[in-house]
């Protein structure tokens, strides 16, 4: 099984940014989406970006326009890039990586955003 390391959470003021970065520990076969959750206590976890090993890309409605996910396939990595955040996307940041045979977690990264 591959471990999903998470980096890049931390404190931001609003309106700042921060670049969220997961690396798998090993291969994985593709073809595969790759993408970003969040959740915050006493809530469901919710889609942020998702991307497919072609490239197709989906967004939360909320994230539209203010978040960049990206992939690199050579260095089994997915990035997103939160700009203009904001005190509501204020939760706990995971990546994903899933295919009809597997479906991977990473532990989580802390992302919390001051008014």
């Known amino acids: 099984q591959a471990q999903l390391v998470e980096s890049g959470g931390g404190l931001v003021q609003a309106g700042g940014s921060l670049r969220l970065s997961c690396a798998a520990s090993?291969?994985?076969?593709?073809?595969?989406?790759m993408g970003w959750y969040r959740q915050v206590p006493g809530k469901q976890r919710e889609l942020v970006a998702v991307?497919?090993?072609?490239?197709?890309?989906r967004y939360a409605d909320s994230e539209k326009g203010r978040f960049t996910i990206s992939r690199d396939n050579a260095k089994k990595s997915v990035y997103l890039q939160m700009n203009n955040l904001k005190p509501e996307d204020t939760a706990l940041y995971y990546c994903?990586?899933?295919?009809?045979?597997?479906?991977?977690w990473g532990q989580g990264t802390q992302v919390t955003v001051s008014s």
């Open positions: 090993r291969s994985i076969f593709s073809p595969n989406v």
């Open positions: 991307v497919t090993s072609s490239g197709t890309i």
């Open positions: 994903n990586v899933k295919a009809v045979s597997y479906d991977y």
